[in-house]
C-alpha cells in the first residue's frame, strides 16, 4: 500500500481523533514530509482533514467520502481488491466482467457513488443517485449449486440489516425474498446472480449487488418512486459510508457460511402472516404466506387450499 493508502487507514481507524505525525511517519516507516504530502493529496481528493503545530491530523467525522482505502481498514479480511468509482454503469455488472475476466476472488468489493444502470430484479432499474445512497456488489465463491444461491440473497439481507443497525443504529425489515423496509418504505434492495459452469451445474461465482437509501436525494424520489421509496436516515445526518459498507460486507462474508437461514430474516420479514399476491413461472394468484423455510422458500396457501413452496417469485403485500 502507499503511504497516502496506509494513512488514510490510520486516521479512518481514529476519526475525529487527533494522531501525531511523528507517530504516523513512524508506523509508516517514511518521513514526516511524505506525510504532509500524503495529507495534501487525500486534501485534494475531498477529505477534510485538521492539522495544528505539534498536535497532528484529524480526519474529520464528517469526511464520508465512498473510498478504497476507507473500506478496506474497517474489513476484516483486508487483502482482497476494493474498488470504488465515482459513476459507473452497474456495480453488479463490473463485479461479473471482474469475475470471468480477472478471476476476482472471494471477497472482491465493487462500490460506486452512482449508477446509471443499477439494475433490481427482473430486470427492473434500480434508482441510484448521487452520494444519495451506496451502491455496491460483492464477489461471493461458495462451495454450493444453484438450488442454494438463494440462501446467499437472505444471508444479504440479514448482512444489510445488521451492518445498518451497527453502524446508522437504525432498525429494517426485509419482505421476501430481497427488499429493505423502514416502516412502510422501500429503503434498499439486493440483486444475487450466479455465473454457473453449464455441464456440473455447480457455481463457479455470485456477485451479491446491495444498494441502499441513504438519504432522500436533492429534489426527492422520481414521481413513480415517491410512494414507495424512502430513505434510512433524515437530512443532517451523519454517517461513516466506508464503515457502513465494510461492516455489510463483513456481516455478509459470515452469514454466507451458514447452512440455513438466519432467525433475524424471519424476525424481521413483513411477509409471514400476510396476504399476498405471487407472481412466478409465469402465474399470478392471491395467497397467504404462512412461513419460511430453513433455506429460505417462503410457504404460501392459495385460496383453493394448494400450499406451495416458492424459491424464486415477486410477491407484493396488500396494504
Known sequence: ???????????????????????????????????????????????????????????????NLLHADGIRAKLRHRDVPVIVSEVTASTNRTAKQAGIAQNAPNGTVIAACCQTEGSGRRGRRFYSPYQSGIYFSVVLRPQKGVQDSLLLTTAAAVAAMRGVEEICKVALWVKWMNDLYLEDKKVGGILTEAVTDFETGAIEFVVVGIGLNLF???????????????????????????????????????????????????????????????????????????KILADGRLVVQQDSGEIKELAFGDVSLFL
Open 216 to 290: 432522500e436525494p436533492e429534489g426527492g424520489f422520481p414521481e413513480e418512486l415517491r410512494d414507495k421509496a424512502g430513505a434510512i436516515l433524515q437530512k443532517g445526518d451523519c454517517v461513516d459510508q466506508n464503515a457502513l459498507l465494510a461492516a455489510i460486507v463483513n456481516n455478509l462474508m459470515e452469514e454466507a457460511q451458514k447452512e440455513e437461514i438466519s432467525p433475524l430474516y424471519r424476525e424481521r420479514n413483513i411477509v409471514v402472516g400476510r396476504r399476498v399476491r405471487v407472481v412466478a413461472q409465469k402465474q399470478e394468484y392471491e395467497a397467504e404466506a404462512t
Open 1 to 63: 500500500m502507499s503511504v497516502k493508502s496506509e494513512l488514510l487507514a490510520i486516521l479512518t481507524a481514529h476519526k475525529g481523533i487527533c494522531v501525531s505525525g511523528e507517530k504516523i511517519a513512524e508506523q509508516l516507516d517514511c518521513t514526516r514530509a511524505a506525510v504532509s504530502k500524503a495529507v495534501k493529496a487525500l486534501r485534494m481528493e475531498g477529505y477534510t482533514i485538521l492539522a495544528g503545530t505539534n498536535r497532528g491530523y484529524i480526519l474529520t467525522e464528517s469526511s
